[in-house]
């Protein structure tokens, strides 16, 4: 099944619990929390990341593809998984950077466990995202069209044919622009577009400083 091939862990669902957001999706929370993150490949703080993060997975709840629900529970047990990572060693990985050398430094960046090995799950899940915010702010792209172009750019090059299929069809049961952006807790289309495109600026920076910094550490074959 999906779980078995995709390796999606059994969540601790105290853990999940405890992360500190608001049950819905707001395109205000994620530009506050983008804000707070350094952008400069060597000074990503490994926590502020994270918290981003957990704001970013309900955005798959907000979609409304019923094939793409099983990508937030992934997302979300990858989280957990970096956090492990990061308590456990704190002072050695306090930025992306650092985790990324202390877990090749020892030899267990490409375990299945490991803080280096989840990192790229969750670029795959931004570099989604941002396709689709980037196309739906055009005025002249349906969501439908949006969230299928974003899709076969990006996470359908991870999944099976059958989850392509499924996704191909369910993107054209999602709303129009304007009922869609009211999911994103803001006043109207106009508001929602200015959160995308400061959204758009912030992540666009970030995605690069993660890809660079695979580069620099000889791993770009994890892309």
């Known amino acids: 099944g999906i779980n078995a091939e995709y390796g999606i862990l059994k969540i601790n669902k105290k853990k999940l619990s405890n992360m500190s957001v608001s049950a819905s999706f707001s395109l205000g929370e994620l530009k506050s929390k983008l804000d707070l ?3 400069e490949k060597n000074s990503i703080q490994t926590q502020e990341f994270l918290e981003m993060f957990k704001v970013l997975v309900k955005f798959f709840d ?13 997302l ?75 899709y076969n750019k ?8 059958a989850i392509r299929r499924l996704v191909s069809i369910a993107v054209y049961a999602l709303p129009n622009k304007n009922t869609f952006f009211m999911k994103f807790e803001v006043q109207d289309e106009i508001e929602a577009q200015n ?18 910094l695979y580069d620099d550490f000889a791993l770009s074959d994890l892309k």
């Open 62 to 74: 907000v979609l409304g593809i019923s094939p793409l629900k099983f990508v937030k529970d992934d």
């Open 154 to 161: 990006s996470l359908a090059n991870i999944h099976p044919w």
């Open 195 to 212: 959160h995308i495109s400061e959204i758009i600026l912030q992540i666009q920076p970030l995605l690069r400083s993660i890809y660079e």
């Open 76 to 150: 979300n047990s990858k989280i957990c998984i970096i956090e492990e990572v990061l308590n456990d060693n704190k002072s050695q990985c306090k930025t992306l950077s650092s985790m990324i050398a202390f877990e090749q430094s020892n030899n267990i960046h490409l375990e299945k466990k490991s803080g280096t090995w989840n990192l790229v799950r969750l670029r795959r899940a931004l570099e989604f995202i941002t396709t689709f915010l980037d196309e739906v702010r055009n005025l002249d792209v349906s969501v439908a069209n949006a969230a299928s172009s974003a």
């Open 37 to 39: 993150i350094e952008k």
